[in-house]
């Protein structure tokens, strides 16, 4: 490991060996802000990418109450009692006003909690855009790396999380929920476009007659929309993340996307179309850090910005200015 120094190379042996707690202190270092962390996670990420890659990565989103927590559990033991290895990404929403968030995917997700073949990784979003946490990317690679052959990352479910958790993963799920009239009307069409699968959950007890109907007027509405690969038409399945009716289907067919698409190479095309995005969304993240912390912008903005507030200055010039003191 001459091309990793210390300690970043005594965590990275650990995490090839195994260890979860190695797994733990890399994703630990991968979000901490620290100048010095940030430069030995740099350091480990780049030692350990040829070991990664090996696992399939699905978006999970929908709205809140749908089931997605319980959902992944089901689906998360299904695939343990399979042989597999998992890892459930869980993106808890920041408060915008403390910072604080709840990181309560381990009480919802009981049974995974306590899987040996399981690992659960609750993050705080931070403010970031779509409520995805900033560090993700780097945490899925260190899960990779460390042996997980199925990434699962759920998202909060608002605002711009599903392009965002799309842009991450090989395949999005969409979650929705029976008695889909109404519903389906205050769909987004940009959802609907990102979905490669729509899952209809609560499929159980009363509500199977509902989730069947719902099945089909999303299926209506898929039709209506061009697919996004000539290899895969989105299908609509009803499941229940509570009693784990249709997760047999539901994994089949991500199976079967996966096997069509890596078979064309179109997998790979993909992550580097992502790679491209995760590069530019660093640069920004920089960007902005350096706007945070440049002595003369904390100076300047605050006069510039009730500037702008009373009128008396306008956004672009504005603007302007605080580009210059980044020189750009």
Known sequence: MADCPAPAADLARALLAGERAALARAITLAESRRPDHREQAMALLQFLLPQTGGAIRIGITGVPGVGKSTTIDALGSFLTARGHKVAVLAVDPSSTRTGGSILGDKTRMARLAVDSNAYIRPSPSSGTLGGVAARTRETMLLCEAAGFDVILVETVGVGQSETAVADLTDFFLVLMLPNA?????????GIIE?????????????????????????????????????????????????????????????????????????????????????????????????????????????????????GTLAPTLAADEIAQALGL
């Open 181 to 189: 009239g109404d519903e389906l009307q205050g769909i987004k069409k």
């Open 194 to 310: 990102l979905a490669d699968m729509i899952a209809v959950n609560k499929a159980d007890g009363s509500g199977a007659t509902a989730a069947r109907a719902a099945a089909a007027q999303y299926q209506a509405a898929l039709h209506i929309l061009a697919p996004s690969s000539m290899l895969w038409s989105p299908p609509v399945v009803t499941i229940s993340g509570l009693t784990g009716e249709g997760l047999e289907a539901l994994w089949s067919k991500i199976e079967d996307y996966h096997v069509r698409h890596a078979a064309k190479g179109l997998v790979l095309e993909k992550r580097r179309r992502q790679d491209v995005k995760w590069m530019w969304a660093m640069v920004q993240d920089r960007l902005q850090a350096r706007m945070r912390h440049d002595p003369v912008l904390q100076a300047r903005t605050p006069a510039l910005e009730a500037a702008v507030a009373a």
